[in-house]
């Protein structure tokens, strides 16, 4: 059901990007719906959030843009730009070509991307990094009241409010993922960042369902916010690392010596896999949540591309369109949590695999 859906919401991109040549054709002032677009530009970062349109209003909010270039800082809001028609103190966001929506050094008539330009250092508070920060205010409130909560509340007493509903959860954590994967004794050493991945992972999911402010952000469906978790996890696996886990890499016990010496067979493998992990954890958190986001919005642009056609096919596709929005948001409830568990899963497999015991 999930792949057929994909395939629908593909569909609707391409069929959006081979007919743009026929927009041309459409009555003056009437403004064709583009599916792939849309799709499209939630699933991207933006230098604004985009709130909703009125007719031609758009109705977002400004971001900071912070730029570094040649040794000068520039420092303005994203509402400069005019939703990327204008360009602003010699800078614009791309419209196309390989930087699109990426912000580029233009030539003086403002349009024309300037060959020479040197490399723009960009530190802009982006879309996905706003709800960042919002995601993270709001769950550092959430857990410090919980933790403040089974302060006061004492050992005795059966946990309340958020408290009783988080408890499960970070049991859950503790004893299904990281005890089951890492050794008894090393297990605390590891449960602050399962913990911290588990809930950041599982708290941006729900919050990127959200349709309205400020939810929305495809923020765990952005490769570079998957790659950092990753490395997170690449650079504490191997922080902690013991001697063990480098000797089963460059010394396997158990592999015959010809596959060790004079080619390193057993070794180069063993590092290949090294650098896998993270691209593993990378790709299936970003796949997975992606999708999701496409998939919904396929079936709702549905509705407006049937429309285009006829409005009796507009009508007549709304209500199995929204039986089906309704029903991938469920879905994508349970994915929220299901992604969050294998990312800290096997983030504790790692672990588990980076301090074996000596006679493992």
Not at 179 to 208: C, H, M, Q, T
Request: glycine share 6%; proline share 6%.
């Amino acid at each position: 059901m999930k792949k057929l859906a994909f395939l629908l919401a593909f569909f609707l991109i391409t069929n959006q990007a081979f007919s743009g040549s026929k927009e041309q054709e459409e009555p003056a002032g009437k403004k064709k719906f583009d599916a792939g677009k849309v799709i499209i530009d939630h699933i991207l970062d933006a230098y604004d959030w985009h709130i909703a349109d009125y007719g031609d209003t758009h109705i977002s909010i400004p971001l900071p843009v912070i730029l570094f270039y040649e040794g000068e800082g520039y420092f303005f809001f994203s509402h400069k730009f005019h939703h990327g028609k204008d360009a602003y103190k010699g800078f614009r966001i791309a419209a196309d070509g390989p930087k699109k929506g990426r912000i580029i050094r233009v030539m003086d008539d403002g349009v024309t991307p300037d060959p020479n330009a040197s490399f723009i250092f960009d530190l802009s508070i982006t879309k996905n990094v706003f709800s960042i920060f919002i995601s993270a205010v709001l769950l550092c409130w959430l857990l410090i009241s919980v933790a403040r909560s089974y302060a006061h509340c004492g050992p005795h007493r059966a946990p309340r409010g958020l408290s009783a509903f988080l408890e499960p959860l970070i049991l859950f954590v503790r004893d299904d993922i990281a005890r089951s994967a890492i050794p008894e004794d090393k297990v605390d050493r590891f449960l602050p960042y399962l913990l911290s991945l588990f809930f950041f992972i599982f708290f941006n999911n729900l919050l990127g369902l959200v349709p309205f402010f400020p939810g929305g952000a495809n923020v765990t469906g952005s490769i570079s916010v998957t790659l950092t978790l990753s490395l997170f996890t690449f650079m504490t696996l191997h922080l902690f690392a013991n001697k063990e886990y480098w000797k089963h890499i460059f010394n396997t016990p158990g592999v015959p010596f010809w596959l060790k010496f004079p080619i390193p067979l057993m070794p180069v493998i063993e590092l290949v896999g090294v650098f896998v992990k993270p691209v593993v954890l990378t790709l299936r958190l970003f796949a997975n949540i992606t999708a999701g986001h496409m998939i919904i919005l396929g079936f709702v642009s549905l509705i407006f591309v049937l429309g285009a056609a006829g409005t009796v096919m507009g009508f007549a596709i709304s209500p199995l369109s929204v039986i089906f929005v309704i029903f991938m948001n469920f879905l994508e409830l349970l994915v929220a949590f299901i992604q969050a568990y294998v990312f800290t899963f096997f983030s504790a497999i790692f672990f588990g695999m980076a301090v074996p015991d000596e006679h493992h």
